[in-house]
């Protein structure tokens, strides 16, 4: 693969994550690569941007975030394109869609440059209500009432099929976040590469309502209460009682860069 323009992503106020990010652009920059930095990480010989979504404009071939999962997510919500990220683990937890550590860099800048790796393309979402579409979501989109103290009903709409119950909320998520809070909710596992979503009632009342896998086409959520709107557990939106909120699969994947093709990657991290 080309390496010709680069951008570097750091972890938002972590040192270590922008001294790895530092480390990073000087060795891309040796391979003679354009080089992008975002602010406040600054390198001799890279350009620096002030924000994330200035890379849209860079027409780059590879994108390289230092962090955790978070900033994966955060990295994925910004750009517009599928641009391919190669994810290192500097500072995170477990680092669930990390694909190395910091001490494999060289291995991976080979590996690239030898056309050795593999695209991982995964399947995005998007949420839109009141005439407005949202930033699009890699692991899910988590729809909860408002006032906690009122029970919410809430009516799930997917092709010709209802779903009418009272819970304190619903999450729609990936594959890609069927290992995350989807999982926590006993949802099941799906393999990263499925065109396919998750249906998870939030604490459903009376009975047990189960997660329902359906495929990605679109799903509308109508609650009897205000709503929140979660991407991916950073963004916040909110939606008035009885406003349709409409969640389809996004037009543009995310591209992970990986140097060993496999499935369910993402249980090994899970220790289960």
């Known amino acids: 693969m080309k390496l010709n323009r680069v951008g570097i992503v750091s972890k938002f106020g972590s040192e270590e994550s922008e001294n790895a990010a530092k480390k990073v652009a000087k060795k891309f920059l040796a391979s003679k690569a354009e080089v992008f930095t975002i602010a406040p990480v600054s390198v001799e010989g890279a350009k620096r941007i002030e924000s994330v979504d200035e890379l849209n404009d860079k027409k780059l071939d590879l994108v390289v975030t230092?962090?955790?999962?978070?900033?994966?997510?955060?990295?994925?919500?910004?750009?517009?394109?599928?641009?391919?990220?190669?994810?290192?683990?500097?500072?995170?937890?477990?680092?669930i869609l990390s694909e190395i550590t910091l001490d494999k860099i060289d291995t991976a800048i080979a590996d690239m440059k030898s056309n050795k790796v593999w695209f991982d393309k995964r399947t995005r979402v998007v949420a839109s209500s009141g005439g407005e579409e949202?930033?699009?979501?890699?692991?899910?989109?988590?729809?909860?009432r408002q006032n906690m103290t009122k029970t919410a009903e809430f009516e799930i709409k997917f092709q010709n099929d209802i779903v009418k119950h009272k819970m304190d909320g619903v999450m729609i998520s990936t594959p890609s976040g069927s290992t995350g809070h989807s999982f926590s909710l006993g949802g099941p596992v799906l393999h990263e590469s499925l065109d396919i979503l998750i249906i998870t009632p939030i604490a459903p009342v009376l009975?047990?309502?189960p997660s329902?896998?359906?495929?990605?086409?679109?799903?509308?959520?109508?609650?009897?209460?205000?709503?929140?709107?979660?991407?991916?557990?950073?963004?916040i939106k909110t939606a008035g009682f009885e406003e349709s909120i409409v969640i389809k699969k996004h037009p543009k994947r995310a591209v992970f860069v990986r140097l060993k093709k496999r499935g369910l990657r993402q249980m090994g991290k899970l220790g289960v």
């Not at 962090?67 to 990295?75: A, C, N, P």
């Not at 994925?76 to 937890?93: A, D, K």
């Not at 699009?136 to 909860?144: D, G, S, T």
């Open 66 to 95: 230092m962090g955790g999962d978070g900033t994966t997510l955060r990295t994925f919500r910004s750009l517009t394109n599928e641009i391919p990220l190669l994810t290192i683990n500097v500072g995170g937890n477990r680092g």
């Open 134 to 144: 949202y930033s699009p979501a890699l692991n899910e989109i988590y729809i909860n």
């Open 207 to 209: 009975r047990l309502l």
């Open 212 to 235: 329902i896998v359906v495929p990605d086409e679109k799903i509308e959520v109508i609650c009897s209460h205000d709503t929140n709107i979660v991407m991916d557990a950073q963004v």
